[in-house]
């Protein structure tokens, strides 16, 4: 049996909103019906306003938010490219992996997983990279790394940035920061179930287009000519429906609110989760200062065991709480406030649970 009313404050999927849900009711199109298509240019124009950025390519890759990152790499890095890439948590990593699949050499920034990687580290790491790449904000630790300054002393590089937990939950400004290739998701604070990857690519970035990427199906210089309607909106495959409608709608719902009043709904729930999760014994784990609002990472109190705790959360109070990945399993849980999630009704229930939890350790 499914249950329906989980609460999801992990670092997976958000709760939908509920007019998300609605969409996927909907008639289904065909992919080249020009009422599916003016759908497909609104969804885009959605995603400039929510991405704030004029790039022309700015579109949802049919995938999740792997696709986006393999999307990334692959089309704008040849075999041999020097990359630098920021890593402190699993999706750092995991970027390493894919751009040396590319053929990249990649020269990696560490830094200790909880805290957020220095932007200069990243500039000055390799004097002429092809690529500086880093995620925003780190879904592993619950971490922002910073942007701004990266756009500024990027050079002659591109700028590539995972924005899978940040795109409508904290600022994001593509143009602004002078970012080249950016890659979201839509299962976290879009509030849209899992399946598509939206992304973003400068007209600077497409100037350097990899003539025959390392993959068919993410090949941009196929994509890019059906979804900006600037060639034939010939075939290229079967664009998912469905879950097109389903973003359109939550696009519609963070736009609705106000891209600022989204930012700031995800905030407050931060704030109030940062402020009362010490007091229970949860120790803030992430960085101060470069705490995201949207995925906190708390330590364990001792005591408490993991398993067992989280266990009890989802079956008494039907709410989910993420566990730690790779060196901090065990260690720390990872708390989401995403999208539909990310309100304060939820807050108050969770700080409401673990009360109940750790009562015995007080
Ligand atoms: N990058 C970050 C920061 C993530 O949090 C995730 C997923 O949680 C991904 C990339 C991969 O996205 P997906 O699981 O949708 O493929």
Redesign the pocket.
């Given at each position: 049996m499914i249950h329906s009313d989980r609460i999801l404050m992990g670092?997976?999927p958000s709760n939908p909103y509920p007019e998300v849900m609605e969409a996927f009711a909907r008639p289904v199109l065909g992919h080249l019906d020009p009422e599916f298509i003016s759908l497909l240019d609104e969804t885009n124009d959605r995603l400039r306003e929510v991405w704030q950025t004029k790039n022309a390519l700015t579109f949802p890759i049919s995938?999740?938010?792997?696709?986006?990152?393999e999307t990334s790499f692959v089309n704008f890095i040849s075999p041999g490219d020097e990359v630098v890439v920021g890593v402190n948590?699993?999706?750092g990593n995991?970027?390493c992996d894919v751009a040396s699949r590319a053929g990249a050499v990649v020269t990696k920034v560490e830094e200790d997983w909880g805290r957020a990687i220095d932007p200069e580290r990243l500039l000055t790491a390799h004097p002429n990279p092809k690529m500086i790449a880093v995620?925003?904000?780190?879904?592993?630790t619950g971490v922002r790394n910073d942007i701004h300054d990266l756009g500024a002393g990027k050079g002659d590089a591109l700028l590539l940035v995972?924005?899978?937990?940040?795109l409508g939950g904290i600022p994001v400004l593509i143009d602004e920061w002078a970012v080249d290739i950016a890659?979201s998701?839509?299962?976290?604070c879009l509030g849209v179930p899992?399946g598509l990857?939206p992304v973003t690519v400068s007209d600077r970035a497409m100037e350097r287009l990899v003539e025959t990427p390392q993959s068919w199906y993410l090949d941009l210089n196929m994509i890019k000519d059906y979804v900006t309607g600037d060639g034939a909106r010939a075939y290229h495959h079967t664009a998912p429906i469905s879950m097109l409608y389903a973003l359109h709608a939550g696009l519609g719902v963070v736009i609705n609110e106000g891209l600022q009043q989204a930012w700031e709904r995800h905030q407050s729930c931060g704030d109030e989760l940062h402020r009362c999760l010490p007091e229970l014994g949860f120790d803030l784990w992430a960085q101060e200062g470069h705490r995201l609002p949207e995925l906190t990472t708390v330590s364990i109190p001792d005591g408490l065991d993991d398993v067992e705790g989280r266990q009890h959360l989802l079956n008494r109070y039907g709410i989910e709480v993420g566990g730690g990945l790779g060196p901090v399993a065990g260690k720390v849980w990872r708390i989401g406030c995403m999208g539909h999630t990310a309100q304060m009704r939820n807050v108050k229930m969770l700080l409401g649970a673990l009360e109940e939890l750790t009562a015995h350790l007080r």
């Open positions: 670092p997976g995938a999740t938010g792997s696709a986006g990152m948590g699993v999706f995991r970027m995620v925003h904000a780190e879904t592993s995972d924005c899978v937990t940040s890659y998701g839509t299962q976290k899992p990857s």
